[in-house]
């Protein structure tokens, strides 16, 4: 009973169309398509950090010659939240938010526009440097995170061809 309801499971999976983004490894279309996007300096640290963890995202599959380049603009920002009754903050939320473009060289046609974001909240503590550490360490966390997201936008377009995106179709993945 159970390996007829497996098998009735593939062969319904199956059938709905859905198929891995990466089938083939690193020689899938998908992957072939990442490794040939190049990312330009961005500039201040949070840019550093976010170019980097694209660069290792997208070159998994190798290098490629560059077809695409994606080009970002960063918004980093770092806010008070939790005031306390003599006026000092015990709580920030740092922001990072992107907006980005995949450009195909050839033809210099834009084949996603599209924005990200990811913030997270960080305890104010008496210790300064615990502070800046923490600081640090959502920055980190959130070029990662927004790069994993950057990425795989970017898959799903290249994915569906090379074709451009019409006004209105980049997809806003901030939160």
């Known amino acids: 009973m159970r390996s007829a309801f497996a098998l009735f499971l593939c062969v319904a999976l199956a059938a709905c169309g859905l198929q891995p983004m990466y089938a083939g490894g ?4 998908v992957a072939q398509g990442l490794a040939a996007v190049e990312v330009p300096a961005i500039p ?7 170019r980097n963890a694209l660069v290792d ?3 998994v599959a190798g290098n490629a010659d560059a077809r695409y380049r994606l080009d970002v603009r960063l918004d980093d920002s770092l806010e008070g939240l939790g005031v306390l009754g003599d006026d000092t903050i015990s709580r920030e939320r740092r922001i990072l ?11 210099g046609e834009i084949l996603l526009d599209a924005s990200a974001g990811s913030d997270a909240g960080i305890d104010v503590v008496s210790s300064e440097y615990a502070t800046i550490a923490a600081e640090q360490t959502a920055l980190e966390n ?11 936008r970017v898959a799903l377009r290249l994915r569906q ?10 997809e806003n993945l901030g939160q």
């Open 26 to 29: 690193n020689r899938a279309d």
């Open 44 to 50: 201040g640290r949070a840019g550093w950090l976010v």
């Open 57 to 59: 995202r997208l070159g």
């Open 97 to 107: 938010r992107s907006r980005y473009q995949l450009i195909e060289l050839a033809s």
């Open 142 to 152: 959130l070029a990662s995170d927004l790069a994993d997201r950057m990425v795989r």
């Open 161 to 170: 061809g090379v074709e451009p995106e019409g006004p209105g179709d980049g």
